[in-house]
């Protein structure tokens, strides 16, 4: 399935300048996955070292957070939008 992956501006230097990628995926771990494969320098940006993602980043699927559901597992339909959002933090 084809999916698109839409990175925030802080995200996208390590994208090429790219704010929105298409990549192949039936779950948001395999869609992450080739995310990493085009542009290896984003597995650092969003991925723990044991491939989970990172506390501060936020996945959605359909508005959906996918820390509330299957998180990686979290099943994809062809076409649909995985946005990327890092937390905000200020004082």
């Known amino acids: 399935m084809t999916v698109t992956v839409k990175l925030p501006t802080q995200l996208r230097g390590s994208a090429g300048g790219e704010s929105a990628i298409s990549v192949e995926g039936a779950t948001v771990g395999e869609a992450l996955d080739a ?5 290896p320098e984003l597995r650092d940006r969003l991925s723990d070292e044991d491939g989970s993602l990172r506390r501060f980043v936020n996945v959605y699927v359909a ?3 996918i820390r509330f559901g299957e998180v990686l597992e979290t099943p994809l339909s062809d076409g649909q939008e995985i946005q990327i ?7």
């Open 35 to 39: 995310l990493y494969a085009a542009h």
């Open 63 to 65: 508005g959906d957070d």
């Open 85 to 91: 959002l890092p937390a905000v933090a200020g004082g």
